[in-house]
């Protein structure tokens, strides 16, 4: 069996690796700086809540995060799992894990925006809403993004994680083959697969952060 071969069988498991990816990233991100916000907040409640679940988020493995999401409507409430359900549980516990990671990001690069720049945007007449997002966030962006590219290049390889509750992303497939070929070469297609997926992230990334680097 030659590696396109694989490929080929392994088409469909990449296609939902793919989509785990992408999907993760489109929560996940906006959702981060808005726990970042609650992080932030001065309400001490909220700031207490939101450190305890980053905290989990950050301290308990994905894999068993997966696992709570999935099983946890059915022992916690009786509530029958549907198959439909496998694929919202993988991206519900990857958007929730990878929120609290990009949360901290947000949180040290906002934090780390001299207070000059609020208050020369106070001057200019810019509220507080437009200051943020049209003055603070792009620098904050343009900082934080090495540590984002870190995050997403890891993002990439966990996905496989969805192995764990029977999600028949690219890894399981790979598993799959492997088991009836007697074969390491399905488990080679799937690292070349990785690593060239993991290539384009890093390139794309890379050039977005030249694109920033505007005053250099």
């Known amino acids: 069996m030659n590696l396109m071969d694989l490929f080929v069988q392994l088409a469909g498991g990449m296609g939902t690796t793919l989509q785990i990816f992408f999907l993760t990233l489109i929560f996940s991100l906006p959702l981060g700086l808005i726990v970042a ?7 001490l409640l909220l700031k207490n809540i939101v450190r305890v679940y980053i905290s989990i988020m950050r301290g308990t493995p994905l894999m068993l995060q997966l696992l709570v999401v999935y099983f946890g409507p059915y022992y916690m409430f009786g509530i029958m799992i549907s198959p439909i359900y496998r694929g919202i549980a993988v991206i519900i516990a990857f ?5 609290a990671y990009f949360a901290e990001i947000y949180r040290s690069g906002i ?5 000059g720049q609020y208050e020369a945007a106070k001057v200019l007449g810019y509220s507080k809403t437009q200051t943020f997002f049209v003055i603070i966030l792009p620098q904050v962006m343009k900082r934080i993004l090495p540590s984002l590219t870190n995050e997403i290049i890891t993002l990439v390889k966990d996905t496989s994680l969805a192995f764990s509750i029977a999600y028949a992303e690219m ?8 088991a009836t070929s007697r074969s390491m070469m399905p488990f080679v297609a799937a690292a070349i697969f990785y ?4 290539a384009v ?16």
Not at 37 to 43: A, E, I, L, N, V
């Open 195 to 198: 690593y060239i997926f993991n």
């Open 95 to 99: 958007a929730l894990n990878y929120a």
């Open 37 to 43: 916000f609650g992080r932030m907040s001065k309400h």
């Open 111 to 115: 934090e780390s925006m001299p207070k």
């Open 201 to 216: 992230v890093a390139f794309v990334m890379e050039t977005i952060e030249k694109k920033m680097s505007y005053y250099e």
């Open 171 to 178: 890894f399981t497939e790979a598993k799959a083959i492997a």
